[in-house]
């Protein structure tokens, strides 16, 4: 620890004395500094011990001393030093009066201790002050380097914590917890992912403090949590990868200090290591994912390895997104934020996932039923959310980001067919204006809203055109008539009792119909089509 006045006083070659403030000794001393101004404050910085021997000072004037004391001790002065023997043979009461009611420490400096002794004995205390901080901070760096190299991150954390005397928490891109120490602090650094994301958005560097120092340090989930943290970010990109939240009682020290920049230093080189095995995994998912659409799923077997093997093993769905143009054009990658929250959840389940780049869209294989496909159906709900309150319709829905279709389950073998599902379901989430659209939605749903299209709609105005003008003429109900005919399934008795006329007469408007349109009723292609024709139409 760094030279306190009461070290000074307990040193045994310098002889000091005190006569005043014997109860503030314990504070620690910057520097000493010699000065016999009549006003030195000017020239201090806080932390200091004065040294004077009183030459340009009354120092007999009860008022003159209760200026200079107060001024010194607003200024942060810690101490002063008065050489006695010199200008005066003892402490003068006015100065020892003045001292002890402002509570500075007033030493009483023996003749025969040279105020340069005191000065060397300071600096020589801060000096293996320093020493032993980096002594102990390069000994900090080797035991988090070891719990690195033989423990991974979650070794580091708790090396970290140890030498913090407090606990350590490490956050992935998205801002979720991955790993903490000790084990209570998860619930603690749970509480923080609001302030991880801001310093996210800062570029990198960056560091922030939360909170405040003061009291003993909790050991508990359960304890108050007003301790001092500090994030810092992680990565050496623009958007940081990961950060690091350090907690304790009180500021960091200078030897807590070496230890969390090294734990930052061997978690960044972590993190820029990932992100390269990252790369070439990427690669080697596009070359599996190659594999599996040409219906080669051994091949794409052998080449994943243990890298996808299980994922390859078990049901999987498909995940395909595409950037809307807005999106597309907005500067930077638009599918980072699935791409960070499919494989932070996958990554916390300890589940296989393979995330492919392709082209202007992204291609995902997720375990069925798995945290990754979870995330990414809430990750799209929120999106969905946002877009709904920002009050964006159906019309405006392929303009303002991303838009995500998913398969049904499927294994290898089925894995083109797979594909080609999600792109259905994308492309049907795109002419809904929807974000993420199930492949198993469609099949469970009605037909009719995938013929929300305009060629449609035209051709069914097309088709039942000839019909309506008709009718507009009064001679007739033909399109009316040829609703409940086929909602009938051609039965004349039940079609006529629904329209409340004879079936002689319905009789005559099918021919009607059948004469208008030139076709034939009792074709099914012709029916099929008349009917959808009426339902899309009915829907407006």
């Known amino acids: 620890m760094p030279p306190t006045l009461a070290s000074l006083v307990h040193h045994s070659a310098l002889k000091l004395t005190v006569r005043a403030g014997e109860d503030r000794l314990d504070v620690p001393v910057r520097w000493a500094h010699v000065s016999e101004l009549a006003d030195p404050v000017p020239y201090m910085e806080g932390g200091e011990l004065l040294l ?49 009611e402002e509570g500075l420490p007033l030493l009483e400096v023996p003749r025969r201790t040279p105020f340069l002794a005191i000065s060397k004995a300071v600096s020589a205390a801060i ?54 120490a000790p084990e209570w602090a998860g619930r603690r650094a749970g509480r923080l992912t609001a302030e991880v994301e801001r310093l996210r958005e800062r570029p990198a560097p960056a560091s922030a403090v939360v909170g405040g120092g003061g009291g003993p340090q909790r050991s508990g989930p359960d304890d108050r949590h007003d301790d001092r943290i500090e994030l810092h970010s992680l990565g050496t990109g623009r958007r940081p990868r990961a950060a690091l939240a350090v907690g304790t009682a009180s500021a960091l020290g200078t030897a807590e200090r070496y230890a969390v920049h090294s734990a930052i230093a061997l978690l960044t080189l972590t993190t820029e290591r990932s992100r390269s095995l990252h790369a070439a995994q990427q690669r080697i998912g596009a070359a599996v994912l190659g594999m599996l659409l040409a219906g080669e799923p051994d091949h794409a077997r052998a080449v994943a390895g243990d890298l996808y093997g299980g994922l390859l093993d078990a049901p999987f769905r498909v995940i395909v997104a595409d950037a809307t143009p807005a999106a597309a054009e907005g500067g930077g990658d638009p599918f980072d934020g699935l791409t960070e929250v499919v494989e932070s959840a996958a990554a916390r389940a300890g589940e296989a996932v393979l995330v492919v780049p392709e082209g202007d869209r992204l291609v995902a294989l997720v375990a069925d039923g798995g945290a990754a496909a979870e995330a990414c159906a809430q990750y799209t709900a929120s999106l969905e959310s946002a877009r709904a309150t920002g009050g964006a319709g159906p019309e405006s829905g392929d303009e303002d980001g991303l838009v995500v279709g998913l398969s049904a389950p499927a294994g290898p073998i089925a894995a083109a067919a797979a594909y080609k599902q999600a792109e259905q379901a994308l492309s049907v989430a795109r002419r809904r204006g929807r974000v993420f659209v199930e492949h198993e939605q469609l099949a469970a749903g009605s037909v009719l809203p995938l013929l929300a299209d305009d060629a449609v709609k035209a051709f069914a105005d097309g088709l039942l055109r000839a019909l309506h003008e008709h009718d507009a003429t009064g001679r007739g109900d033909l399109v009316a008539s040829l609703r409940a005919w086929l909602s009938r399934h051609g039965q004349w008795d039940a079609a006529a009792a629904d329209l409340g006329v004879h079936r002689h007469t319905l009789r005559y408007r099918m021919r009607r119909v059948e004469e208008i349109l030139g076709r034939s009723l009792d074709d099914p292609d012709v029916r099929m089509e008349l009917w959808l024709a009426l339902k899309t139409t009915s829907t407006e």
């Open 52 to 100: 004077i021997t009183a030459l340009k000072l009354d120092a007999e004037d009860p008022e003159a001393m209760r200026r200079y004391v107060r001024r010194l001790a607003k200024a942060g002065v810690v101490g002063l030093g008065f050489a006695v023997g010199v200008n005066y043979e003892d402490i003068p009461k006015a100065l020892v009066d003045a001292a002890e």
């Open 127 to 180: 000096a293996a002050d320093q020493y032993r901080a980096v002594t102990a901070g390069f000994a900090a760096q080797r035991e988090l380097t070891k719990q690195a190299l033989t423990d991974g991150p979650q070794g580091l954390l708790r090396a970290l914590a140890a030498q913090v005397d407090g606990w350590a928490a490490l956050y992935d891109a998205s801002g979720a917890v991955v790993g903490a």
